[in-house]
């Protein structure tokens, strides 16, 4: 139970913290999620910038996808820890406005 309530928590923090960001989130809080982009290139821009700076998410791509979206897709687990996810926030709330921007 413990492990269980610490995953719930960890994947609250972090997805509240990505809508904070002003990302779009794909679906309800939880410890997978995805992050929609608005096309292929800014999709793989924030995906290799991520990479590059620490963060490894999955990148989703057309014909893998509905409706042609790009979306990056993350997951959280009850082993992250508090100063993880807040440094992977940094990170995202480092790049998005660049590239979202862009």
Known sequence: PALRERLWNNARR??????????DLCAAAGP???????????????WH????????VNIMVPPSTPEGQVILRFSVSAAH?????????GVFRAVSPVLLAA
């Open 14 to 23: 972090f997805n509240a913290g990505l809508r904070d960001i002003g990302l």
């Open 49 to 56: 910038t991520l990479l590059n700076n620490g963060i490894y």
């Open 32 to 46: 997978i999620g995805g992050i929609r982009m608005r096309d292929t290139r800014h999709g793989l821009a924030f």
């Open 81 to 89: 820890t508090s100063e993880q996810i807040d440094q992977a926030l």
